[in-house]
T-cell receptor
């Protein structure tokens, strides 16, 4: 069974601080996605990374896929209260793993205090 | 508007009383799936479907049934709900699984007494 370990599980910071969230696995993924979920809503996709070593930026958010495609990180610069939410990583092993299942990490709950 | 809808949004029921949670998408997606989300356990896949009449078990299928008679609909059926099925349920759809965005519904909060 493929597992995605996210750390930290909880993170509470002040507005303006920087932070990094990690998503690690012993398995190789063909792609990895990051979602953000707000209370009372379903997760919403932020980014998909596909190539080992790939870096994608979304405003103040920087996503990186590890060279071996086993891990990923999300870095937020100058966090704002609007960044508060549950951040989920999800890995897809298809086609090399032959699975049509998307594996989710347990999430990092981020709180940005004004 | 492209969306995934779920009904009901909230449901309180009793042990053993059959229920169905409906899921519908208007994006002509082939892939649909059901997840449950529990504190400390994250999102876990219950069942998924790659197209009409094609369904398969996810990681936690026990106690659940699904059907995919039409492309747009993917209902989740609990034949005899038990308290351990109290959870937040999400339906999701995508064009294909690989590399593609999963569009999630708003969730159904189920309580089984």
């Amino acid at each position: 069974t493929q597992l995605l370990e996210q750390s930290p599980q909880f993170l509470s910071i002040q507005e303006g601080e920087n932070l990094t969230v990690y998503c690690n696995s012993s398995s190789v993924f063909s792609s990895l996605q990051w979602y953000r979920q707000e209370p009372g809503e379903g997760p919403v996709l932020l980014v998909t990374v596909v190539t080992g070593g790939e870096v994608k930026k979304l405003k103040r958010l920087t996503f990186q896929f590890g060279d071996a495609r086993k891990d990923s990180s999300l870095h937020i610069t100058a966090a704002q209260p609007g960044d508060t939410g549950l951040y989920l990583c999800a890995g897809d092993s298809y086609p090399q793993g032959g699975s049509e299942k998307l594996v989710f990490g347990k999430g990092t709950k981020l709180t940005v205090n004004p | 508007e492209a969306q995934v809808t779920q009904n009901p949004r909230y449901l309180i029921t009793v042990t053993g009383k059959k229920l169905t949670v409906t899921c519908s998408q208007n994006m002509n997606h082939e892939y649909m799936s059901w997840y449950r989300q529990d504190p400390g356990l994250g999102l876990r896949q219950i069942y998924y479907s790659m197209n009409v009449e094609v369904t398969d078990k996810g990681d936690v299928p026990e106690g659940y049934k699904v059907s995919r008679k039409e492309k747009r609909n993917f209902p989740l059926i609990l034949e005899s709900p038990s308290p351990n099925q109290t959870s937040l349920y999400f339906c999701a759809s995508s064009l294909l699984l690989s590399y593609n965005e999963q569009f999630f519904g708003p969730g159904t909060r189920l309580t089984v007494l």
